[in-house]
């Protein structure tokens, strides 16, 4: 039964798309964008957001070692069952845009209230916030916005690119993530192949 | 009246910096010293002093030996202390007309960590060259040396004997002449190597950042260019003279792959297809009939190994992994590329599935690269179902699932065992285990070793050590994990170097890569591997590896292995990175620091052996 509500509601939401052809004007890409984030809020399960980071990365994700640099990374895990179930919810969301787009998930670190880290990407490997291969990274203001308000947010602050911030919930009806719908007018296909 | 003439004479002298005021010189050097642009040694090359004068005999001609089929090198310094202008030139009297002569000239690198200059790379220049010291483009103060690099190659039809010739050094007036003789030994370098040597790269655009003038000043779409894919049929040609292979990897962590790399798809599930191999066959065609190699010395050959685009993302969609359909499109897929490649007559390479993912950069939920937690092998064994599913038994193409490990790497050689045939080991670790190289390759595995170049702030022998490592341990070849980054400016603020070994040649004109110093070294290496192996037949393989490790830095074959640790015995997910570096304390102690002159004595066995020393 959820399949289908999920599959009429992402064919109404891809209806409502502009076609392929039409030029992705930046109101488009905004129009849908925010669409697509306000769906993955409604869709993306909060209570598997909070297993997919496993205990063990949990632990070591803030440790520093002289002697082994890579420590932390080394440690970084997660619940595959978790990932992927939430992962694909995250792709299908980006299908109900009619351009490229990717959906990112982001999550607060317990216990470390300045921080905020990427757990999921997708295959066109955008984001406007990801400093590449950072395990974590400082807390994004929008995304404070996003966990304290439970409000959506639009960021376009690298020319071309638009990202829209919404909660994740879980059952409780806290906000413990963020989702980046995101996207940008010219597409590098060869930006973050490495 | 006199005395006015002399002193517009002495004025003249000092106002033209073309001509040569003082006396200049020429030298040759080993390959072994590296010059530094003020007449000098570069420090980490100084413990090698005794070489200095190993090029010379008793009548002060430079001496050679080449066997045919390969490269003799050695390098000429043109020293002025006072600026002057110069031209050098290179000649061998061959009368056949077949040995070759090539001149580079040596870039000096100013290295920011210790403030010092180092040559690397290597500007081919033709001779006559003519130019002044200083230098213009290096910009060096005071400069009073410049380097070339001589490669002198001997085709296999060379005839054996003594080929004379000379250097000739013109500056102002006066003309330095340094007498050449090089002897053609009968003996041909194998054009197999034992040990294959690769240099890894990821994507493309390092070559738009590397050629911005080229890319910048292309109308249309560069990556999809007759240029852009010359530029990197040059990268894998370069690769190739020296002896080498190159990989370039095209997709990312999360799965985006970059157009030149991959077949197009439409449709979804069992819809799923190919329906254009236009950029792909562009792009991988020549490297793989050979073509792309039909100008090089080493004649066109078919590349022997060559990353595919597969990874969790292509050719089939996350987004259906688990289901009937993830299945459908990967198999669906890789059968046409079988397909493809078969009537392509492509038979003559590895494809590779890797999976170069690390679940740290968030894109799957598995590692592809060094598995540490053993739950993520169920990932490969599954994939090696639908390969298996994909791939027709009797197929002349041959793909290799290949898989590049460390930490957990003896539990997957046990639990891959048939699904992974291609490993590419960490070689800290794979030291702690002396018999895995051996079984791996008795059931028909390919076991490489990764590591990195060294930096030039290292001596010149030092890259040498890769390669005989891995003659010595019996794996069939090692990989630089990355050769192509030459950081941000390379020329007057060189990061070292520990990710380069060839260099945009855009600074000079040139529309292809250049060369450098360590590159040639290790090619010379691998030419006299490949002699020294193919005694084999007349010698066991232990005594010639014994005999080049005690040559190379007074070691035992016993060096180059660390005791197996406590460590090995635990779960790999319960190791720490700090432990094994402590495992590795023996190889680290008794490795440490080969002499500058390390290289130059294995040389002088493998000489020996063939009966061609002094």
């Not at chain 2, 002060?60 to 045919?68: A, D, E, M, S, T």
């Not at chain 2, 360590?518 to 007349?538: E, G, P």
């Not at chain 2, 700090?578 to 002088?604: C, F, Q, R």
Request: negative net charge; charged residues 20%.
């Amino acid at each position: 039964m959820k399949t289908v509500y999920l599959v009429s509601l992402f064919l109404a939401l891809a209806t409502l798309a502009p076609s392929q052809d039409n030029p992705a004007t930046t109101s488009t890409m905004r129009q849908e964008m925010e669409s697509v984030a306000r769906v993955g809020s409604v869709m993306v399960d909060g209570d598997v957001c909070q297993r997919i980071v496993t205990p063990l990365a949990k632990e070591y994700m803030f440790k520093v070692d002289p002697h082994d640099q890579w420590l932390a990374g080394d440690n970084y895990d997660v619940d595959d069952v978790s990932f992927n179930i939430t992962k694909k919810t995250l792709i299908r969301l980006s299908h109900l845009a009619s351009f490229p787009s990717d959906v990112n998930l982001w999550m607060p670190i317990d216990g470390h209230p300045g921080k905020i880290q990427m757990v999921i990407r997708n295959k066109n490997e955008m984001s406007q916030f990801w400093r590449w291969g950072d395990l974590y990274q400082d807390m994004v203001p929008q995304m404070e916005t996003v966990l304290k308000t439970g409000q959506r947010v639009t960021v376009m602050d690298r020319p071309g690119w638009i990202s829209v911030l919404a909660p994740v919930y879980n059952s409780l009806g806290d906000v413990v993530g963020v989702i980046e719908a995101v996207s940008r007018a010219k597409i590098d296909a060869h930006e973050n192949v490495k | 009246m006199r005395r006015f003439h002399w002193q517009i004479f002495l004025l003249l002298l000092l106002l033209l910096p073309g001509y040569c005021r003082a006396a200049a010189s020429l030298e040759a050097l080993p390959e072994f010293l590296r010059p530094d642009p003020f007449g000098g040694i570069v420090t980490p090359d100084q413990g090698g002093a005794r070489l200095r004068s190993s090029l010379y005999d008793a009548r002060h001609r430079v001496v050679l030996k080449g066997w045919r089929d390969g490269y003799v090198s050695f390098q000429l310094v043109v020293n002025s202390p006072a600026p002057a202008a110069y031209s050098l030139e290179v000649s061998l009297a061959d009368p056949a007309h077949k040995i070759q002569t090539d001149l580079f000239r040596e870039w000096s690198h100013f290295a920011d960590a210790d403030k010092h200059y180092y040559p690397d790379a290597l500007v081919p220049v033709h001779g006559p060259y003519s130019s002044r010291l200083p230098e213009p483009d290096n910009k060096i103060a005071q400069q009073t040396a410049q380097a070339f690099w001589v490669d002198v190659y001997v085709p296999p039809e060379a005839q054996p004997g003594i080929v004379s010739g000379k250097a000739r050094l013109k500056c102002g007036a006066s003309t330095i002449a340094v007498p050449l003789q090089l002897t053609v030994l009968n003996r041909a370098i194998p054009a197999e190597d034992v040990v294959t040597i690769d240099h890894n790269s990821y994507g493309s655009s390092f070559l738009a950042e590397q050629y911005g003038s080229a890319y910048h000043r292309y109308s249309g779409n560069w990556f999809e260019s007759d240029q852009f894919f010359r530029l990197i049929h040059a990268y894998h040609r370069i690769y190739y003279e020296h002896r080498g292979i190159m990989h370039q990897l095209g997709y990312g962590h999360a799965g985006k792959v970059s157009t030149e790399f991959v077949p197009v798809l439409w449709g979804t599930g069992r819809a799923r297809h190919i329906v254009d191999w236009t950029l792909f066959d562009r792009h991988y065609g020549p490297l793989l009939d050979g073509t792309a190699f039909a100008s090089s010395r080493r004649g066109p050959r078919p590349i022997p190994f060559v990353y595919l685009p597969i990874n969790p993302e292509w050719p089939a969609s996350y987004e259906f992994w688990g289901e009937p359909g993830y299945e459908a499109e990967f198999v669906n897929v890789l059968s046409e590329m079988q397909r493809h490649f078969r009537e392509k007559g492509w038979t003559h390479t590895d494809f590779e599935v890797f999976f170069n993912h690390k679940k740290r950069y968030m894109g799957f939920p598995w590692d592809g690269d060094e598995v540490r937690f053993p739950k993520d092998l169920n990932y490969f064994l599954e994939y090696g179902r639908l390969m298996k599913k994909a791939l027709p038994q009797d197929s002349p193409v041959h793909f290799v699932m290949r898989a590049d490990v460390s930490w957990d790497m003896e539990q997957q050689f046990k639990v891959l065992k048939g699904v992974v045939t291609l490993w590419c080991s960490s070689g800290g670790i794979l030291s702690f285990y002396r018999d895995a190289p051996q079984a791996l390759r008795d059931r028909g595995d390919v076991v490489w070793y990764y590591g990195g170049p060294p930096t030039v702030t290292e001596n010149a022998a030092a890259i040498t050590e890769r390669p005989l490592r891995a003659w010595l341990w019996g794996v069939n070849g090692y990989v630089h994990w990355l050769t192509i980054a030459p950081g941000d400016d390379p020329w007057f603020h060189f990061d070292g170097g520990g990710t380069v070994l060839v260099y945009s040649g855009e600074r000079f004109g040139l529309t292809e890569p250049i060369p450098s110093i360590r590159l040639k070294i290790q090619r010379n290496c691998l030419q006299d591997i490949a002699v020294l192996d193919s005694f084999k037949n007349q010698q066991p393989l232990d005594s010639l590896r014994s005999e080049a490790a005690h040559r190379f830095n007074n070691s035992t074959l016993d060096d180059w292995w660390n005791p197996r640790p406590p460590l090995a015995d635990i779960p790999s997910d319960q190791w720490q990175g700090s432990s094994i570096d402590a495992a590795m304390e023996h190889t680290n102690k008794s490795l440490a620091h080969p002499g500058v002159s390390a290289w130059y004595n294995v040389h002088e066995y493998a000489l020996q052996l063939a009966g061609g020393t002094k």
